[in-house]
């Protein structure tokens, strides 16, 4: 009888770490971002032209797209496909961010949006992406 008890009490306890890891992570990937303070204030060291422009938008045609849209609207072919809904990078909340803090959303990524700085190791290129995305303030 003991020893039925502490089956189920394990398959119990079992089941709650389950359900609580699984909760975590979902609120780590659905919820704002953390950002580290020294990407707060980080500034881009790439300055703003019309070549460091042009490269940042050939990196968006190449990785962000189809999830992002071709005008960074969040309405790619892929975004439907997404339980996540993908940002607006024209909207005055995301432009309302440091160049420190959305470096680090592109370098580091988070839930379903991956982490570019496998697929761009070149620091440059991401803060060239960092440009381009920009110009996609609504005007």
Known sequence: MKSNQIRLFA???GMLMTFSFATATQAQTAGAWTIPAKFKTMKNPVAVSATT???GKDLFAK???SCHGTKG???GPKAATLDVSCSDFSTKKFQAQADGE????VSEGKGKMPAFKKNIPDDNGRW??????????AK
């Open 73 to 75: 609207l969040g309405d």
């Open 53 to 55: 422009v042009a490269d």
């Open 128 to 137: 060239a992406l960092v440009n381009y995305l920009r110009t996609l303030a």
């Open 63 to 65: 990785h962000c797209k």
């Open 102 to 105: 959305i470096f680090f959303q």
């Open 11 to 13: 398959v119990a306890a």
